[in-house]
């Protein structure tokens, strides 16, 4: 049975192309060209700018005459970020990007040891690796590793990568290499926004990783898509990297991250 698609306020929503004209914007801006972003003449705009200053919305800078978004925004926009935890709502969203790839996703987190897992995610088709909750990657020979070093301090990174060489104990998916080949991997990581693997650290199986960060740009955890090497294209600019970027660009937003 269909359900009926509700009803709305039509004036709330023709405001609201105003404030998303304001965040396309980024800066103190005019009248004008608040009108143009949103699609409407400057007289409809205007209206709508002084019942958005009356409720704390907007506010107009005293010389310049400038718009700019007002207390009540920052408000609200404080609330969003204090109660929309990371982890859930990129936990909750791998089930359904997962089913729409085919294809398993881990969501990994820094802890003590390194990159670690913190879910999985299967795919329809079984894959022989071992990839659970509690898995720590190798810095070096993951692309999730490598996601974390491209996005971390490097005084960070180098004394996880120096530790992973020594460190006999502690169980890892992938061979750790050198910081200078690691080097290499950031670099394309921190270009294309991704980073891919092919045959390794499982020979047959490649993996795509992607950052996800929040409104100050700091990295708050890595979505990664596993699947068989004749399933999983790893080129830039090929569906799947596209598909991953567009994925974690969604979670980012979500978290206030606009890319500078």
């Known amino acids: 049975m269909e359900t009926k698609p509700q009803r709305g306020v039509g004036a709330i929503e023709t405001g609201s192309r105003i404030l998303h004209a304001f965040v396309t914007i980024g800066r103190p801006c005019m009248l004008r060209d608040l ?12 209206a709508y700018l002084v019942s958005f200053k009356s409720a704390g919305l907007v506010e107009q800078e005293d010389g310049s005459g400038l718009y700019r978004l007002g207390p009540m925004a920052l408000s609200l926009g404080l609330v969003r970020l204090r109660t929309h935890d990371p982890l859930r709502m990129a936990s909750e969203a791998i089930v359904a990007f997962s089913t729409e790839q085919a294809a398993m996703v881990a969501l990994s987190v820094w802890g003590t040891y390194g990159p670690t897992i913190v879910q ?5 088709h079984q894959l022989h690796v071992n990839v659970r909750a509690g898995t720590v990657f190798s810095i070096t020979g993951t692309a999730t590793g490598r996601v974390f070093a491209a996005h971390l301090p490097d005084r960070l990174i180098d004394e996880r990568v120096t530790a992973e060489r020594t460190d006999r104990a502690t169980q890892r998916i992938g061979e750790a290499t050198t910081l ?7 670099t394309f990581i921190r270009r294309h926004g ?6 390794q650290p499982v020979p047959g199986v490649n993996a795509i990783a992607a950052p996800v960060r929040d409104y100050t740009g700091q990295l708050q955890c890595v979505v990664t898509m596993i699947a068989a090497a004749g399933m999983l294209e790893t080129r830039s600019g090929g569906a799947r990297a596209e598909a991953m970027l567009a994925f974690v660009g969604k979670l980012s937003s979500d978290l206030g991250y606009r890319a500078p």
């Not at 999985?120 to 329809?124: L, R, W």
């Not at 991704?194 to 045959?199: D, R, S």
């Open 120 to 124: 999985v995610q299967e795919g329809p």
């Open 35 to 46: 009108a143009e972003h949103a699609g409407m003449t400057p007289a409809q705009v205007h």
């Open 194 to 199: 991704f980073a891919p693997i092919e045959g």
């Open 180 to 186: 200078a080949d690691l080097k290499r991997h950031t």
